[in-house]
């Protein structure tokens, strides 16, 4: 049995958030029945005509579905650089998610990917992720190159599969996805970076189009890497977390997004 692990910083926040998400709240609109005194006031400094009071229709008892995919090729850990620091900012944000999912009930579904994928055991409560933790840590075979493509199209097709579930989808990487072969005619195939990016964007899109929420979290300060997994989520799909603070910043903004 592998020790327990300390709660994640963040991981009991974050839990809070996921659990606001069975809760009632009312929302402002600018059409109702019930005036919000705070809101009708400002109303005069801002014009903002959200005055009214509307109640949100509740989400609980919705269950929601975790997918964490962590990019464990070989660049997140070289062989140059056994104490690198990609993948240590890579375990400590699946931990920190999974953590703080399987603290509001939440099924968390890990998954890492290199040449292949390997589906993780669920993490269902603080000792499933101190499991995790310790075979990421230790376990983990941190080599090869970044499938990043077939990653996703595991979670969307095991979304399929259980549509009755909210999903969300967490990809933890450190850069470009492997090239894509295409056709260019005559038989020929060209394959390029670039390819391998647009063909995750597409795979991305249709997640979201699905109902998927579907976040890309950068774990290399890099620009020129960034600006590719910005190509790959889209612009609000994406976050840098190479800190434990930006981490829990970045993860705070997916959960507050979803409810």
Not at 46 to 60: E, F, G, H, L, T
Not at 169 to 176: A, E, K, N, R
Not at 196 to 209: F, H, K, N, P
Request: negative net charge; glycine residues 6%; contains cysteine.
């Amino acid at each position: 049995m592998s020790a327990p692990v300390s709660l994640s910083p963040g991981a009991a926040l974050l839990s809070r958030l996921w659990r606001m998400r069975g809760q009632d709240a009312p929302y402002l609109s600018d059409a109702g029945d019930e005036f919000d005194g705070e809101a009708l006031v400002g109303f005069r400094a801002n014009r903002d005509p959200r005055v009214y009071q509307n109640p949100r229709q509740s989400n609980k008892g919705e269950r929601v579905r975790l997918h964490i995919l962590i990019d464990v090729s070989g660049s997140m850990c070289p062989s140059y650089s056994p104490g690198n620091s990609r993948k240590a900012a890579a375990v400590n944000l699946a931990v920190m998610a999974a953590q703080s999912a399987a603290m509001a009930g939440i099924e968390v579904y890990p998954l890492i990917f290199s040449d292949s994928l390997t589906a993780l055991p669920p993490c269902r409560s603080l000792q499933d992720v101190s499991k995790l933790s310790e075979y990421l840590t230790r376990g983990a075979v941190w080599d090869g190159t970044t499938q990043t493509i077939q990653a996703l199209a595991h979670v969307y097709q095991t979304a399929a599969i259980d549509p009755a579930a909210a999903h969300v989808c967490l990809v933890i990487t450190d850069g470009m996805p492997d090239r894509h072969s295409v056709s260019i005619g005559h038989g020929r195939q060209r394959s390029t970076y670039s390819q391998g990016t647009w063909t995750v964007r597409a795979m991305v899109d249709l997640m979201v189009e699905a109902g998927i929420e579907t976040f890309g979290f950068m774990v290399a300060d890099d620009q020129k890497v960034i600006d590719d997994v910005k190509t790959c989520f889209g612009a609000d799909r994406y976050a840098v977390a190479v800190t434990d603070h930006a981490t829990a910043l970045a993860l705070a903004a997916v959960v507050e997004r979803f409810i």
